[in-house]
């Protein structure tokens, strides 16, 4: 089955404790990206991956880090969260169109981080 | 900047009463126009994607349709499963994606 992969699904964590959400996907595709989701703002992007070892910075980058090691993963790290990184978290994939990224996007379910 | 703006906000809708949500966009040269839907505690599901003007997709009781300046989502004859977040996003030339506040579909039986 299709899917990508988050972990964790939810925690509640303290200021400044460094932190890693992971993301998996099975379906080969180049192009990855984190967003996160917040009331009446909709979906920000954080970082984006036109492939392994190529990452760029989207919308809302700050207090944020991501590495693309394989195609597959695409970890999205906090170094010292803060309470306005209290948020949901969406990591995404989507194959290549004429070689570039399609809007035709793979969500994972979501990871639901407290900062405290 | 490109700009995304749905209405309403929220959708309050009797089983059968048929509606439509709006998605009005000013993006420099559209690539593509997408839909998806969001159920509670789930990520995004892809629904649509529209090109050009006066395209039109349907799928079951939703269809989505496209103007130069912004998409419908026309739901016709809504069950309660059809009760949803529904997301427009548009794709700019620089292929950069930007997504709408959503509109959350509540239908009652």
């Known amino acids: 089955e299709a899917q990508v992969t988050q972990n964790p699904r939810y925690l509640i964590t303290v200021t400044g404790k460094k932190l890693t959400v992971t993301c998996s996907q099975n379906?080969?595709?180049?192009?990855m990206s984190w967003y996160r989701q917040d009331p009446g703002l909709g979906l920000r992007q954080i970082y984006y991956s036109m492939n392994v070892e190529v990452t760029d910075k989207g919308d809302v980058p700050e207090g944020y880090k991501v590495s693309r090691k394989e195609k597959r993963n695409f970890p999205l790290i906090l170094e010292s969260p803060s309470p306005n990184q209290t948020s949901l978290y969406f990591c995404?994939?989507?194959?290549?169109?004429?070689?570039?990224?399609?809007?035709?996007?793979?969500f994972g379910e979501g990871s639901r981080l407290t900062v405290l | 900047e490109d700009q995304v703006t749905q209405s309403p906000e929220a959708l309050r809708l009797q089983e059968g009463e048929s509606s439509s949500l709006n998605c009005s966009y000013t993006v420099s040269g559209l690539r593509g126009l997408f839909w998806y839907r969001q159920d509670p505690g789930k990520g995004p599901e892809f629904l649509f994607t529209?090109?050009?003007a006066g395209e039109e997709k349907e799928k079951e009781r939703l269809k989505a349709t496209l103007t130069k300046k912004e998409s419908f989502l026309h739901i016709t004859a809504p069950k309660p499963e059809d009760s949803a977040t529904y997301l427009c996003?548009?794709?700019?030339?620089?292929?950069?994606?930007?997504f709408g506040a959503g509109t959350t579909v509540t239908v009652r039986a």
């Open positions: 996003a548009v794709q700019a030339r620089d292929y950069k994606l930007s």
């Open positions: 379906m080969n595709h180049e192009y």
């Open positions: 995404a994939s989507s194959r290549y169109m004429a070689g570039r990224n399609t809007g035709e996007l793979f």
């Open positions: 529209l090109y050009s």
